[in-house]
């Protein structure tokens, strides 16, 4: 095996929108850069926790967890890529990347799951969506049943989106037993 | 559409069915899928549908420093009138996506989003109630 993929194409997925970009996977770990310079993410392979695989519409999501909680999303690889990126995780790093699946139902009510500093909202045991709690400025308990999470607002918020999350609320209802009695929670 | 004919309660109604339904991804921004009755959410970099149905309001406003903010709510058991009352019982312990703001770099989009999803709630609402006065 020659000693590095490339994959044009894809974009670094996160608040603020997406950067396109390309990706390089070495034996030293994985590079990606933003298209035109700019931003680069470097990950050296002994700071790789986890490594998901997600198809996503159109096409598919590696997420690629780090030492300290961050969690990165790269989207734009093929079906076929999977394969690739199978072997390369595993010889690499000794991991197997994780399938995880996209919920599209619409549902509005499901569960929260928290790994690193990621919050996970998952309908049916798929995910609707994620957030990362790095990105939360306040949370706040209202009433006895809601927790609000607001975001992070700058000058540079929005760079490449119209339209930018600032708040979300959950519901958790009384019947819910996985948060019971933890004020700070999700 | 048609894949939803056989929705007969809140209960059953889904956005989509498969991934590759979702429309192509394209500008970070609220969009509505009118056919599939879907309102997509910009979260993190991804588009997430929620069902029109599941929309209790949506509201918008604009602050002095033009910034223009929309509001979603969605329905969550134990508030008077909501239709998730049969269904809470049946998702019991499931935790609900109440509320999400977003602030908007175009106050027109914003108000076009809002009349869209209030249209579209209200035909989708209409139709259900009728369905479900029918089935009785």
Redesign the interface.
Known sequence: MTDGHLFNNITL??????NPGQMKMYSGGVLWKRQGGGKAIEVDKADIMGVTWM????TNQLGVRIKDGLYY?FTGFRDQDLATLTTFFQNTCGITPEEKQ?S?????????DLNGNMLT?SVGSKQ?????LA?VSQTQLQGK??V?LEFH?DDT??A??????????????N????FVGDENH? | GDNRSAARTSTELFAYKNINDLPPPREMMIQIDQKNEAVLLPINGSMVPFHVAFIRTVSSQQDTNRNCYIRIIFNVPGTPFSPHDSNSMKFQGSIYLKEASFRSKDPRHISEVVQSIKTLRRQVVARESERAERAT
């Open positions: 997925g996160g608040r603020g929108g997406t198809k996503v519409p159109r999303k996209l599209v139902s619409g549902r509005n009510w499901g569960e929260i909202f609707a969506f994620e957030v990362s990105d049943n809601d609000i607002v918020t929005g490449n989106e119209k339209d930018s999350l600032m708040e979300i609320s959950f519901h958790i209802p019947s819910n037993t996985q999700p």
